[in-house]
């Protein structure tokens, strides 16, 4: 349970404070970033669909912080280190946590937490803005980069399982 509840139905919903109930295109992202145990396995299953579009996405966070360690250590080590707030107000919830993008225990990265919607207010001083700023545009340009994503459009029936802390979706 969580405060959305057990299973929740994603349909068009202006009145909820979250991405996920508009027909919007939701970018590469992690659930829970706001939360201090954000979600681990995660599914998606697909109901009914009428429509166009609609495809679910999936993009290897762990080949991203790879890619950052051996072509952009300087951003690796940004986006390692800075603890970056993520925050939800709705619902008659408010919840805010901050951890790296990529969150490492003992030297051994254990959770990718990224989502730009989510993202509370960056109370940093100018150089360490300049700093962060490039590192996140570059972690999601990446992310979003078709040659990172998995695409599948769900049919009525099928589910699709994944690690929320290790895979964008």
Same mark, same amino acid.
């Given at each position: 349970?969580?405060? *959305?509840?057990? #299973?929740?139905?994603?349909?068009?919903?202006?009145?909820?404070?979250?991405?996920?109930?508009?027909?919007?295109? %939701?970018? !590469?992202?992690?659930?829970?970033?706001?939360?201090?145990?954000? &979600?681990?396995? +995660?599914?998606?299953?697909?109901?009914? *669909? /009428?429509?166009?579009?609609?495809?679910?996405?999936?993009?290897?966070? *762990?080949?991203?912080? /790879?890619? *950052?360690?051996?072509?952009?250590? @300087?951003? #690796?080590?940004?986006?390692?280190?800075?603890?970056? &707030?993520? @925050?939800?107000?709705?619902?008659?919830?408010? %919840?805010?946590?901050?951890?790296? =993008?990529?969150?490492?225990?003992?030297?051994?990265? +254990?959770? $990718?937490?990224?989502?730009?919607?989510?993202? !509370?207010? %960056?109370?940093?001083?100018?150089? +360490?803005?300049?700093?962060?700023?490039? !590192?996140?545009?570059? #972690?999601?340009?990446?992310?979003?980069?078709? =040659?990172?994503?998995?695409?599948?459009?769900?049919?009525?029936?099928? !589910?699709?399982?994944?690690?929320?802390?290790? $895979? %964008?979706?």
């Amino acid at each position: 349970e969580t405060i *959305f509840g057990g #299973f929740w139905e994603f349909t068009d919903d202006l009145s909820r404070a979250d991405t996920a109930y508009t027909n919007i295109e %939701l970018l !590469a992202h992690t659930d829970g970033t706001y939360s201090h145990d954000a &979600p681990g396995l +995660q599914m998606l299953h697909c109901l009914r *669909f /009428e429509g166009t579009g609609g495809a679910s996405t999936l993009v290897d966070g *762990f080949a991203l912080a /790879e890619w *950052f360690r051996h072509h952009r250590p @300087e951003m #690796f080590d940004v986006l390692a280190t800075t603890m970056i &707030p993520g @925050e939800y107000l709705g619902d008659g919830a408010h %919840l805010r946590a901050e951890r790296p =993008v990529l969150r490492h225990h003992q030297g051994v990265l +254990q959770q $990718v937490s990224f989502n730009t919607a989510d993202r !509370a207010a %960056l109370h940093m001083s100018p150089d +360490q803005l300049d700093v962060l700023y490039p !590192a996140l545009v570059e #972690f999601e340009r990446r992310a979003n980069d078709p =040659v990172n994503i998995w695409e599948h459009v769900l049919a009525p029936g099928e !589910a699709l399982l994944f690690d929320n802390w290790r $895979v %964008l979706h």
